[in-house]
């Protein structure tokens, strides 16, 4: 694997339920992976900002922007390669600005690019992976 796991879409097909279809895949996508939290972050092509568009399956309620580059989710969409963090605030590239605006602790995170034809479009993350052997043997 080269380390990139595309998602590509038809965006023209899905435009207008684009937004149902987003939260139904990140909802899937955080019940798959145990995760406690899941985002993603749609690329401003303006701007080069990651613009926040859903989290835990839900419209994002405050906006957050991203600056190109920074961070582990702006690394990713610079560089089109996964990252599995074991340790986030140990990470180098973790930025905890986002922690700080959300009151979110990530203790570890999975982010992967969003791509189309032309490239990367945004990043999607999966936060907290629950530890499925703790659960089981609760």
């Known amino acids: 694997m080269d380390g990139k796991f595309p998602i590509k879409m038809n965006l023209k097909r899905l435009r207008s ?57 702006g690394y990713v969409a610079q560089t089109g390669k996964l990252l599995n963090i074991r340790n986030a605030y140990q990470h180098p590239l973790f930025y905890k600005g986002v922690d700080e605006s959300t009151g979110f602790k990530t203790r570890n995170i999975l982010c992967f690019p969003i791509c189309d034809e032309e490239g990367v479009i945004g990043v999607a993350q999966l936060c907290n992976k629950s530890d499925v052997t703790t659960k089981n043997k609760n």
Do not use: P, W, Y
């Open 17 to 73: 339920d684009l937004g149902q279809l987003l939260r139904g895949v990140m909802t899937e996508a955080k019940e798959l992976a145990a995760a406690e939290r899941c985002s993603l972050f749609l690329l401003d092509k303006h701007t080069g900002e990651l613009v926040s568009k859903v989290f835990d399956g839900n419209e994002a309620s405050k906006e957050i922007r991203i600056e190109s580059g920074k961070g582990i989710a």
